[in-house]
């Protein structure tokens, strides 16, 4: 009896041994998503199950929160292995040591896995590149195109303008012959108020070839921006906006869109998404790539914001951090979270027919979509995006002249610099 109960004795330590040093063995990752849509559909047990020694753990944080929580908890040594952000943040998580220069990581992938390589958008890594380091992975982004009321133009005999002229001309044709003010009905809509980051009217700087300083601040007081700011003054000055658009939210603007009472508006595709279960495609409406400026059509620049993955510079798992990376990014994971949300950056997605039947217009944006360049980052973005704001407010109000509000706002900007 004694000597079987050394026997069982000796065969609990030595189970209890091995599932302490499975236990031991098992590197744990956590990752912060920026919104519930990009989280895989499985949760990472296809992951799991092909990586039993890696155990992700995930947390939804918004994308409006992410990267001041990050800072915070990596302040204490709490911080995730993976945060997802905004990407306008990159600079200053970089100036303050929080993020991982994972250069060396991405080469590896190349080396290793060159088809899976091949595949990728340049714009994963130019988004999350900073001062000649990589810092994360840009899975997802989101260049702004447009939506316009087809419909709508052919009744008015009109073409897809070209230039942001050409587009105004339409829009006083719109508002003045085809639309109904008595009903709400308005030529152009956009989030004017100061609920956002500028992103909507970056993207038309952008579009228009406006450029940036080396810092990343837009150079308002030139040709592109004061041909911005005259836009936005016309908008409201002959009355082709709602009344009420110089303080209105992205929701407001998608509304009055999507509820028939107005004719264009900038959006992404994710949101293109929505559209089409409201209005008929091809039929009452359309999509297009923003118009250029007039004279500058080589300036023009396909605009994108992105909500990367970055990667802490405390993870002490950086070779796991880059499998669960690879993970998120595989096609099958990233079809699906492309098809339901955000477009992916990989070729061997978007051009495939199960992703083009989902979103049928993609086929007018496809060849822009591989030519994303990023809205620059700045260490003091969210300083950037209050003078933006008031920028854009005060050109709807159009009290002083385009060049006098152009100097003004770039002397804010430049402040931030000094």
């Known amino acids: 009896m004694k000597k079987l109960f050394l026997i069982s004795l000796l065969l609990i330590f030595v189970f209890t041994g091995f599932a302490m040093e499975a236990e ?31 155990q992700v753990e995930f ?25 997802q952000i905004f990407h306008e943040f990159i600079a200053t998580l970089v100036a303050e040591g929080t993020v991982m220069d994972i250069s060396e990581h991405i080469e590896a992938w190349e080396e290793e896995y060159p088809e899976d390589f091949a595949e990728i958008y340049d714009i994963a890594w130019d988004l999350t590149s900073y001062n000649d380091g990589i810092y994360g992975v840009n899975i997802h982004s989101g260049p702004f195109y447009m939506g316009y009321r ?38 152009y809509a956009q989030p004017g108020g100061a609920h956002h980051p500028p992103f909507w009217m970056m993207s038309k700087f952008m579009s228009m070839g406006g450029e940036f300083t080396e810092s990343g601040l837009p150079i308002i007081d ?18 082709l906006q709602d009344p009420e658009a110089d303080v209105w939210a992205s929701g407001d603007m998608r509304g009055s869109f999507m509820g028939g009472r107005a004719a264009f508006f900038p959006e ?37 914001f992105g909500w990367p993955y970055m990667v802490s510079s405390n993870t002490e798992h950086p070779e796991e951090v ?24 990989r070729a061997d997605v978007m051009e495939t027919d199960e992703y ?43 009290e002083v002249s385009a060049e006098e509000l152009a100097e003004q706002y770039q002397e804010k900007l430049d402040e931030l610099d000094q």
């Open 24 to 54: 031991a063995q098992e590197t744990t990752i956590e990752v912060w998503f920026g919104r519930e849509e990009f989280v895989p559909a499985d949760e990472f047990e296809t992951f799991h199950e092909e990586n039993p020694d890696i």
């Open 59 to 83: 947390d939804v944080i918004p994308l409006e929160e992410s990267h001041t929580d990050f800072m915070r908890n990596h302040a204490v040594g709490e911080a995730p292995d993976i945060v």
């Open 150 to 187: 087809k419909d709508w133009l052919d009744e008015a005999g009109l073409d897809e303008p070209e230039t942001f002229s050409e587009l105004l001309d339409q829009l006083r044709i719109l508002q003045e012959e085809v639309l109904d003010e008595g009903a709400d009905e308005y030529a």
């Open 222 to 239: 030139s040709e592109a921006g004061i041909e911005l700011i005259e836009f936005y003054m016309a908008l409201s000055e002959e009355g």
């Open 268 to 304: 992404a595709i994710n949101i293109f998404a929505y559209t089409q279960e409201e209005l008929e495609y091809n039929e009452e409406w359309e999509v297009m790539v923003q118009p250029h400026r007039e004279g500058a059509e080589e300036d023009f620049v396909v605009n994108t």
């Open 322 to 345: 880059m499998e669960v990376l690879r993970y998120l990014f595989d096609p099958e994971i990233v079809m699906d979270v492309a098809k339901r949300y955000q477009p992916a950056n």
């Open 356 to 398: 083009q039947e989902a979103h049928p217009y993609f086929e007018i944006l496809e060849d822009a979509h591989a030519e994303q360049e990023p809205y620059p980052t700045h260490v003091r973005s969210v300083q950037r995006d209050d003078i933006l704001n008031e920028m854009k407010y005060e050109a709807q109000q159009a």
